[in-house]
Every structure is written in structure tokens, then in C-alpha cells.
């Protein structure tokens, strides 16, 4: 089936989970909206969020695609179950790792740096309380700025350095051995955080997961597409221009009023 993968964000955040993707899944088109305009999401209300949510979701609906990523740690935590309740095709969304950090820990001590409605939310409490965590201690670090900064692209390394040690060094200093990632966007900045991070820290973010759902689901739908003709990669944005500093790879790139 040749109609697109639909994948959303409120900005930039989620092209780390399309450059995995593409590759994952390379007969696929994809259309890729990043909400900027909205941007960002860690500090609006859950209604705001469910209903910027359902916005993209129709956006994504009228490019006719065929199962959508929700790319967006805030956004899949704060709406996901509304809107698999009203949206027929298939909704994948992306949340903080939880299960795989409490595989891994041995100093029973996780970090997980993410925005305030992700750590907020229901859903990760839920997700929380589903698991066995009596002995294991959940360090927990909002990182405000930093979706804004790296959003922007306008800040100097040196300045998201000295903002991400504010973040992390508490963290370190709690023993953790592993460190969540719960918000696409800081994927941008893995480098400086691993630069940051002592080596015995292992990094952990859900984005192969959220690959294999999304191929399992193509596989389970019958919706795989088989043509390798004219593949196309679509990224619209609503805001001002996207700031491509931190992208690794050029999209291209096209304002869409949504
Ligand atoms: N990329 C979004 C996430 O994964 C950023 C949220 C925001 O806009 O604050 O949470």
C-alpha cells in the first residue's frame, strides 16, 4: 500500500525517529509535520495537547496515511488513548523506557530527563506503578530550555552544555547507571550528553521499539508498501522556518498551514 507513514511532532524532536524509520523501512513515503508553530508542548495544558494532537492526526489523515507516529514523548503521554479512541488507522506513539531500565539497572538507581507534562502525566505513572520499581529508585529531571534551544538552533554548544550538566550532574551524583531519554528532541543533542555522562551510563531511548511496533503493525494491517518506485519524504512545518542545526541529514523542508 503506497499511501505515506504519517509522523508527527511539536517540532524538530522527531526526525530522530524518522531517520531510524526511513531506513528501517525503505520502500515507505513518509509526511512528517512538525507542529512549531506550537512548539512547545512540555508546558501546555493535557486539553491543549489532545487537541494540537487531533489536529496533526487530521492533517495527517487528509495525506491519506496509513498508520500514524505519535513522535513525541509529551504528546503520546498526554493523548494517545483519546485519540486511538477517535482515529480508526493504526496510532503508535513513543514513551519513556521504563521496562528496559529496570531489566538493566544494577546500582538500582534510573534517570530519566524529560519534559514536565511526560513526567506528569497519567500514563507514565501508570506505566510506573505497572512495574515492580519497590527497590528501585526513579531519579527524575525536567529539562526545561531545552526543547526551545534545540527548536531554535540558535544557542551555542557550550550554553546547552552547561544547561544539560545542571540536569545531569544530580542524576550522576544519585548513582544511576542508566539514563532515559523521554523526549525526542534531546536525541539532537546525544553527543553532548554522552559527553557529559561517565561511560558506565548507559543511554536508553525507545526508538527501536517504536520501529519494530511500527512494522509489526504494517505487517499484522497488510499495508506494507511493496512498489520501490518515486519513494518520497515530506517534512512541513507551521511556524517559522525550521531551524536545521542540529539535523543531521537535509529533508525537504516546506511550510503547510495546519
Ligand atoms: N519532542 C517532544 C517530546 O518528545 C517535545 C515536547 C515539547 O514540545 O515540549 O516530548
Redesign the pocket.
Known sequence: MKSPIGIF???I??LSILEKLKEKLPHENFIYLADNLN?????KTKEEIFFLSHKNCKKLIEFNCKIIVI?????TTNSIKKIREIISIPIIG?EPAIKPAINYTKTKNIGIL??E??LTSKLFFKTLSENKIDNINIHEKIGYQL?NMIEEGLHSKSKILKILKSYLNPMINENIDCLLL????YNHVIEMIKELLPNDIKILDTIDAVNRQVLNQLKSHDILNISTKNRYIKVFYNGSKLSKNFLKESYDLNYLKF
Open positions: 511532532d511539536s517540532g524532536g522527531g512548539c512547545p508542548y512540555g508546558n513522535a513525541c514523548n509529551t504528546a513513543i524529560a519534559t507534562n511526560t526543547v523521554g523526549c525526542t528532541h
